[in-house]
């Protein structure tokens, strides 16, 4: 058995999210179904992040153990000639038998992009939040540190979370407006937010950007943050910004998905 | 009846073109569903540019008369509740009566960007055309300032074209490299060649984005571009592009879209 690593890219728009869910089309059973297709095996993928419907990813990792003799760099140009349009697979490779895309993860980044102009062009509509009106992008800019460092993230957890522990470690919240080539016109600009962290409650992200857009809004100043992050109250921080706006860019295992150099077995001296 | 212009942005992926064709949908057929939802009319609209299946608009511009009482500048909001997400109107408002979205035209944007990277993200497949390998920029850039000017552009429209006169003015072809804020990372970035002329033949745009890749890739140089314009001959241009990367950008009526003061009627003296 060997275990293999995929990195994924896809657009959420036209799925129930990551998580394989009855009668719904979903990133992972898509895959999943490929995989059968490919190997005649039904074998079950372990993400990296469940990521709720709507939200994209540059690069969702996974990984499956597989008895096959496919080599391993070749599953994802293999299982790409199956998967539809809005799924790519970047990459493949194998990796130790202990590595696990969700446990062995050490950094994550999350990325949300908001168009603050007044009309979203109809092709970015599923992939940008429309905020338009006042918009204070220094102020966003300005309490979006307040959020760096290890905290209990309880106030920007949503209720149904299966995770016990809810403290997280925010390495960085990088805040940058940059120009799309797919504007209305060539110096269209969005907002993006990147946070980097060692994980993420379940809706964190989105709740964090909603708390933040809300500055941006004159509806809260930076000292706000800090109070709403120590309340661990949910209901203090700012709505749950929607889906589309959110991707998944990179997961970092600090080197646990390399494969070590197998020393080679001794041979026997005769 | 008043003569009403809007302007129109489109994601062309699930359209078979602008023009109506018989049980396919089409852009224009469905913004006559939304004028008929709205008015009870059935009423023809006219575009600017017959933009063909896959092909999008940031600013394709069409008129229609009609003898609503509804303020024109309303016209706009009360058709995007009825359109699909994919189609936006941007704008409406009162022109003259001579107006006509596709004669009144005196320039055109159209726009083609080209991904050069191995792998496109999933969501820009529908809107980039992907060019990997060997890709020579410069090469492209200098040969294509060749097609500026007033020339007979036979050599670049498709023998479907029901125009009589081949000739066409191209006043700017501007070739730059700009982020999207879209990519797998925050510095990936897209080819963008937005071309200006009075006017544009039948795939013309496809065309000439085809032969000027082609000296990207080492295939031809700036002197071949000049040659194959004078050669007025189809099969000496590169293939026509796909449809996806190309955009109608905006349409330019040198102010016989604007409506004159009207003189008030004078009041007759008691």
Known sequence: MRNIRLTIAYEGTNYAGWQVQPNRPSIQGT?????????????????????????????????FTIASSIPPDRFAAALNSELPHDITLRDSSEVPDDFHARYSAVRKQYRYLIDTADMTPPWLRGLVWRVPGRFDEDALAAAAPRLIGTHDFSAFESKSSPDEDSCRTVFDINVTRSPTALGWQSDHQLLSIAMTADGFLYNMVRAIVGTLVQVAQGRGTADDVTRILNSQDRSQAGATAPPQGLSLMWVDYAGADRLQQRPQPREATR
């Open 31 to 63: 895959i999943e179904a490929a995989l059968k297709s490919l190997t005649g095996e039904a074998i079950r993928i372990h993400g990296a992040g469940r990521t709720d419907a709507g939200v994209h990813a540059a690069g969702q990792v996974a990984n």
